[in-house]
């Protein structure tokens, strides 16, 4: 009996130190992401976008061609998509930066003339009094001292911002020629890292990347689309009504859809604005019409759009990708917010699973096994082995 208690407590030891093990190396790996957060960047996205083309590739193979060759043609179309899309878009971005630019006069004079005095006779705060030459001037003697260390801040943040501009040219040539490798040797990544997995968890494994593998692809191709059709409609009808920086706005709100319920919030509080500037008031007509846009697009994209080409494939309610997203951006920047749904929907695979593993262990049923049964009205009925009597469909 001694022997048998020391065995068991030395295998729940070593099952400890494992899982202890285990652990230490996922908090490394955190922490050398979080360190080389701006270099690893370009090699994320290039891993995106290299295994949301995979399976093309893999259809195109079982059609008779090369991996090579495979790997060179849908490299090419995503080429040409992207070359189209900047050939479409930035004529159309540019005339609407140049509208944006000369109607800022405009709105400089509504938020001055309007919307300031508007917030000062409700809250009782002077704000327009803040914006008075003078007094800046006034404000700047009082505060010269700091003058030069600001100045300083400011030259520092340009010379970063000429750093950073070098380093977004060298990511935007290395995205596409590591895009390509990763492409064509993704078949082999998939096996080397298969091949370092223990043989006694290799169809857990298997099964659990097979699973967030297929909910991330198909959520990420699905609202990619969800998102150009609703940026679409927004840019579109918005422009249609006679918004001037409809198109503009519609894209912006597009973007930033795949954050539920945000891209729909700030675009319409952007082109209420932008209506209310334009019109030089309250011009309701117009108002209406581009409150009724919004409202097409966010019912378009609820009863149509999402449930066609999203639907339930990431299985993650729409708070838990907004933190998510916060959460990644908050910990590692950009490329945080770059892995928050890959990072969202594998956790969410990984915690289906947990939650199966425990609905069959002994905490959960207890060391009596229990037997289901069904009444007569189709109700699952637990009842102990040891019960005399079986339950009737009077018990459901």
């Known amino acids: 009996m001694t022997l048998h208690t020391d065995e068991t407590a ?71 998509v992207v070359a189209l899309a900047l050939i479409l878009l930035v004529p159309m971005i540019e005339r609407q930066i140049v509208t944006l630019i000369d109607s800022l006069p405009a709105y400089r004079d509504w938020i001055i003339g309007t919307a300031l005095p508007w917030i000062e006779q409700r809250t009782g705060y002077e704000l327009v009094a803040w914006l008075d030459s003078e007094r800046l001037i006034q404000w700047v003697r009082e505060h010269w001292q700091q003058a030069g260390g600001v100045a300083a801040a400011m030259l520092s943040y340009v010379s970063r911002s000429g750093f950073a501009l070098v380093a977004v040219v060298i990511n935007l040539v290395l995205v596409p020629i590591l895009t390509f490798y990763f492409m064509r040797d993704w078949d082999k990544l998939v096996e080397r890292c298969a091949a370092l997995i223990p043989r006694d968890h290799i169809g857990t494994v298997s099964r659990l990347a097979y699973e967030s593998s297929e909910s991330l692809g198909g959520f990420l191709r699905g609202q990619f689309l969800v998102m150009l059709g609703q940026g679409t409609i927004y840019a579109v009808g918005m422009s ?32 209420l604005i932008a209506a209310i500037v ?57 490329l945080g917010m770059l892995l928050a749904l890959p990072v969202a929907a594998v956790a969410n695979v990984l915690l289906r699973y947990a939650q199966e593993r425990y609905t069959q262990s002994k905490l959960y049923a207890g060391e009596k096994p229990e037997i289901a049964m069904t009444g007569g009205s189709g109700n699952r009925i637990i009842v102990p082995p040891s019960t005399d009597r079986a339950p009737d469909a009077g018990d459901a």
């Open 278 to 334: 334009q019109a030089q008031g309250f011009d309701w007509q117009l108002l209406i019409l581009v409150s009724l846009v919004f409202t097409i697009g966010q019912l378009a994209e609820s009863y149509v759009l999402t449930p066609r080409l999203v639907g339930d494939r990431i299985g993650l309610h729409p708070v838990a990708v907004i933190f998510a997203v916060l959460a990644g951006g908050q910990l590692f920047g950009f």
């Open 10 to 80: 030395s295998a729940d030891i070593a099952r400890f130190l494992k899982r202890l093990q285990w652990g230490l190396v996922a908090v490394a790996l955190g922490w050398v992401v979080w360190r080389l957060g701006p270099v690893l960047t370009p090699f994320v996205l290039a891993l995106l976008l290299g295994w949301l083309g995979d399976p093309l590739v893999d259809r195109l193979e079982r059609r008779g061609r090369s991996r090579t060759v495979a790997v060179t043609l849908v490299f090419l179309l995503m080429s040409l």
């Open 240 to 271: 249609l009504v006679g918004l001037r920086l409809g198109l503009l706005i519609g894209m912006i709100a597009g973007l930033i859809s795949f954050i539920p319920y945000l891209g729909a919030t700030v675009g319409i509080l952007m082109a």
